[in-house]
């Protein structure tokens, strides 16, 4: 009996051997899908091999990411002629953003695939497969829900529109737009019982009416402005709408930028239009002596997109394109101040009845800082120009001589109303050397002198309210 025992164990040892070993076998067989990729109509298919180097989670998740991608790039993105992309086709940004990018986000929205692994000791496998009725089936459910998710804020912002709530139109034609951007590339013609619509044309349409309706009127056009660095010169404007009688209504709430468009300066900051449709700013500096400036104010988006992604603010920029955006100009007259001149020039310690290097500083402070004034009088500001160029040493050479002349130059400005001097500077001992003469080192002593003038003297001069 008991022989009969240890010969049944033994049997049961040789099985369970043998089993052990034909699961052995299996576990290091490769599956077909490893050897060869395979062919099927009806799927889309990724499949990708990672080293099992690093820990489990990295080289698994890199296996898949490269299934994924590999099965996204079958799937073939075409641009139908009713999407956002033909819409703005001629756009270069637009386009050049989301062709780049489509790939991406094929990638990213997959879902309901199923997954295949294999592995051994040195590399992991993976298999991705998605069915193609399955993939076009949920790609319509989800441009449907995009579609009908759209319409509605589209619908409701028109409503805003006709209310005169022209921001809160454009805030829900924002939503309306992200709504459909996952599907730039897709059909975009919606059908409900107001009829057949392209969103993309709709919206984009119904933007520009938003901005229509919006009117932007300076209050005081023109200004003229003597050029000063400190200034507070208020402006205004007020925004209005026309309500479905044609009658004019105060816009509140409204956004608006100011900014220099022709010239340049400094603004205060602006704010939204208040209940009465006012807005303004402050112009607190001139910076630019360009006669004829212009500030121009406009509608400002950025809060629009403040909270947006890169992506979505390039597609929201085309929508909200800035030549459609309300504006209204501002002209500025630059007047500069009036200054009488009082010379003193003197070469090699007689008056210099030419006055060269006095013309020169006289058509430099002319064309930067003041309009020259001979009625001393009525002048805003006494210009004082000491100059004086003496001879210094002849310097002899082999068969030539070098010769030097020093220059010595102050500008005063007075306030001719308050006989305050505002400023004083100069500078001595610029060092003009040609040969020949002393008439052609006079001559770069003029030339060198009026360089430091430009470069240094009329520099601190911009600090100086004139």
Excluded at 402 to 410: E, G, H, M, P, S
Aim: aromatic fraction near 10%; hydrophobic fraction near 35%; proline fraction near 2%.
């Amino acid at each position: 009996m008991d022989s009969i025992r240890i010969l049944a164990i033994h049997l049961v040892a040789i099985v369970l051997l043998s089993c052990s070993s034909t699961n052995q076998l299996n576990a290091k067989r490769k599956p077909d899908w490893v050897k060869q990729r395979p062919a099927d109509n009806s799927y889309y298919m990724g499949r990708a091999m990672t080293p099992k180097i690093g820990g489990d989670v990295t080289y698994r998740t890199n296996a898949r990411n490269k299934a994924l991608k590999e099965m996204s790039s079958e799937i073939q993105v075409t641009i139908s002629s009713n999407s956002i992309l033909r819409q703005f086709e001629n756009n270069y940004e637009v386009k050049e953003e989301f062709e780049s990018s489509t790939s991406q986000s094929v990638e990213a929205t997959l879902e309901g695939y199923e997954v295949l692994t294999w592995e051994d000791k040195k590399e992991y496998w993976v298999l991705v497969r998605l069915s193609k009725d399955k993939y076009a089936m949920q790609k319509e459910m989800k441009l449907d829900y995009a579609k009908k998710m759209s319409a509605t804020y589209y619908y409701d912002a028109q409503k805003a529109v006709s209310g005169g709530n022209i921001y809160q139109a454009l805030l829900l034609y924002v939503q309306a737009i992200k709504a459909i951007q996952p599907h730039v590339n897709e059909d975009l013609t919606y059908k409900d019982i107001e009829g057949t619509i392209n969103l993309g044309s709709a919206i984009f349409a119904g933007v520009q009416d938003a901005f229509k309706a919006v009117h932007l009127q300076a209050d005081q056009p023109n200004y003229q402005l003597q050029f000063s660095k400190e200034l507070k010169v208020p402006l205004s404007l007020h925004a209005s709408y026309a309500d479905a009688m044609g009658d004019k209504r105060a816009l509140s709430n409204l956004p608006l930028k100011f900014y220099f468009s022709k010239g340049e300066g400094e603004l205060s900051s602006p704010e939204a239009t208040n209940r009465e449709g006012v807005a303004g700013c402050d112009i607190t500096r001139l910076i630019s002596k360009r006669k004829s400036q212009e500030i121009t104010a406009k509608f400002n988006v950025a809060p629009l997109f403040e909270k947006e992604n890169a992506e979505t603010r390039i597609l929201l920029k085309a929508f909200f394109h800035d030549e459609f955006l309300p504006t209204t100009i501002f002209n500025i007259e630059v007047q500069k101040s009036s200054a009488y001149l009082v010379i003193d020039e003197k070469s090699f310690g007689n008056s210099a009845s030419a006055n060269v290097f006095s013309k020169m500083i006289k058509s430099e402070l002319a064309s930067s800082y003041f309009n020259i004034t001979t009625d001393e009088e009525n002048a805003d500001f006494i210009v004082k120009i000491n100059s004086s160029f003496t001879k210094g040493d002849e310097k002899k050479g082999s068969g030539y001589s070098l010769y030097i002349v020093f220059a010595d130059v102050n500008i005063s400005i007075v306030d001719n109303k308050t006989q305050m001097e505002i400023f004083s500077d100069g500078f001595s001992g610029v060092k003009g050397i040609q040969p020949g003469s002393f008439e052609y080192a006079l001559k770069d002593a003029r030339e060198k002198a009026i360089e430091k003038l430009k470069d240094e003297t009329l520099l601190d001069m911009e600090q100086v309210n004139l």
